[in-house]
């Protein structure tokens, strides 16, 4: 059973998420040097975030390009940023797909910590609990 | 078709850093591989040139994948690629030596393991020149190691047992490039307790460590100016941070490195085909038979059309290879294996007619062209057999739409 169980629940996960790194200093410069916008096409249920250096739009109606794109389930979501499911293991098998600059995107996994860090508390303020 | 789209299919516009890298690599391979090969060639088998190696490590080419952030060149698979054709069409097997160096590094690099990458990849950027090699091959499991369906069956695979804060190895590997050179190898190995291969596992291993024996360079037909040889693991012991990706993950982390891989290893058969045609070029250009030159000869201008035709389909088909492996993860089976089927093919095919255009000339060593037919073979060994590429193509061509693929 997935644990978002609507589009407006994921938005607000996922959107808190992003908030918080669009607030980071080294987050944003590293978009913005490398001239990235970020859309991530989240699945079961819809849930798309667009996040450039000066913003993080939701929803629909988010813009149709972007330099890298990724698409992944919630739940695959949920498990990445809880740290329980490691990025180059669901990359290998296919649970994450990205389409773009792909070498830019690996560069930037590391810079992602605070949402990282953040992620079970926002979740859980939002009513997705830990584990399976 | 938008007009981004239309950009990403000009595989004649690279980025400025990548066409600067190219031209660099070009005069490389022109003024210091191609007066060497065929003196490199013809000496022993366990023959190095060092010299020459540094020379490419000079201008980056054991460090053209690894990103700027670790101190590499960082110009992706479609630099690396076109950098492999130009030192290919010189001598493939000095283009093989950087190749199998960057297929030693991959695992770090798609681990995403930061700290891994930290430790391993400044190392190929310092003034002396580091090689690496990729050991997967072994006595008993050849592609019982590249096709996951087969991990059940393969047999007597090195072993790899946790023992506290190290793994231990023990196994043989075979016909590992680089691996009498190199100062690390990804080694994949399978984890104690798995049956087959289906816990494979990657690990680094520096190759200075206690219980790692090399074996005799392998005397081949082709490709001599790169050594392949055995590595025997006696009880090796390496720390646990060495582990890549995670234990009993190797598998995806190497089919993931073939993906990756097989847009080069088409570029360096490209390479091999373009310098059999530039050979024959020359030769029907000037040699003058019935009062004209071959290739006026209506049957020798078919045969210099149809070569220049299929260099051509070669090169289109691994710079898109390589360009959608640089732009997706996890990077696509279907174009590096078509991209490499090919090539592979053209390499012999081309290399071959070449051959047949010069006659005596084409079977006489000192000509050049009977050691490129001997090269021709010997890419279509490495990095996928025709047999093991056309599984993957067909199991691509038959894989239904899986609903849960995020960009279907």
Not at chain 1, 76 to 95: H, K
Not at chain 2, 219 to 231: A, H, P, Q, S
Not at chain 2, 238 to 247: A, F, I, K, S
Request: net charge negative; with cysteine; charged share 25%.
């Amino acid at each position: 059973m997935q644990k978002f169980e609507s589009t407006k629940q994921a938005e607000a996960v996922f959107g808190s998420l992003f908030s918080i790194l669009a607030e980071d200093e080294a987050f944003t410069s590293a978009l913005r040097e490398n001239d990235m916008t970020v859309r991530l096409l989240h699945t079961k249920p819809e849930c798309r975030v667009y996040v450039s250096a000066d913003a993080v739009e939701l929803g629909e109606e988010v813009p149709e390009r972007s330099t890298v794109t990724i698409k992944m389930a919630c739940d695959t979501a949920d498990a990445l940023w809880r740290g329980e499911l490691m990025m180059p293991s669901a990359v290998a098998t296919g649970r994450v797909r990205i389409r773009g600059k792909v070498a830019k995107v690996l560069e930037l996994i590391p810079i992602l910590q605070p949402a990282f860090d953040r992620y079970a508390d926002i979740a859980g303020e939002h009513g997705i609990a830990g584990g399976k | 078709m938008t007009s981004q789209d239309a950009q990403d299919l000009n595989f004649d516009d690279f980025p400025p850093e990548v066409r600067k890298f190219r031209s660099t690599v070009r005069e490389f391979a022109r003024d210091e591989v191609l007066p060497r090969a065929l003196k490199n060639d013809q000496d022993a088998a366990d023959a190095f040139d060092w010299d020459l190696v540094q020379k490419g490590h000079e201008i980056g080419m054991t460090r053209a994948i690894v990103s700027k952030e670790y101190g590499g060149l960082g110009v992706g698979v479609v630099g690396v690629a076109l950098a492999l054709e130009e030192i290919a069409a010189a001598d493939p097997g000095v283009a093989l030596t950087f190749g199998a160096t960057m297929l030693g590094q991959a695992p770090v690099l798609l681990s995403g393991d930061t700290r891994l990458q930290a430790r391993f990849l400044p190392l190929f950027s310092g003034d002396d020149v580091v090689l690496a090699c990729n050991a997967v091959t072994e006595e008993d499991a050849g592609t019982d190691l590249v096709l996951e369906q087969s991990y059940p069956h393969a047999r007597n695979v090195t072993s790899i047992r946790r023992d506290g804060d190290e793994y231990v190895l023990n196994g043989r590997k075979r016909f590992i490039t680089n691996a009498k050179v190199a100062s690390f190898a990804s080694v994949f190995g399978n984890l104690d307790g798995y049956p087959g291969a289906t816990g494979l596992t990657c690990i680094m291993v520096p190759l200075d460590s206690a219980g790692v024996t090399r074996g005799a360079v392998a005397d081949k037909m082709g490709y001599r100016n790169c050594l392949g040889t055995e590595i025997h693991f006696d009880n090796v012991r390496v720390p646990v941070e060495n582990l890549v990706g995670g234990e009993a993950e190797g598998g995806p982390i190497n089919i993931a490195q073939g993906n990756m891989a097989r847009p080069s290893v088409a570029a360096i058969s490209t390479g091999i085909a373009r310098h059999a045609l530039e050979v024959a070029r020359e030769w029907a250009g000037s040699r003058v038979q019935g009062g004209t030159e071959l290739w006026r000869h209506q049957m020798s201008a078919r045969k210099l059309a149809d070569m220049a035709a299929a260099v051509e389909a070669s090169q289109l088909l691994y710079r898109r290879a390589a360009h959608r492996v640089d732009s997706e993860l996890p990077a696509p089976a279907y174009e590096p294996a078509v991209a490499k089927m090919f090539a592979d093919r053209t390499a012999i095919e081309v290399a071959s007619t070449a051959m047949s255009l010069m006659g005596a000339r084409g079977y006489v060593k000192s000509y050049g062209m009977e050691k490129i037919v001997r090269d021709a073979f010997g890419s279509r060994i490495y990095e996928g057999t025709p047999e093991a590429l056309a599984l993957t193509i067909t199991e691509c061509l038959y894989e239904a739409g899986d609903e849960d693929d995020p960009f279907e």
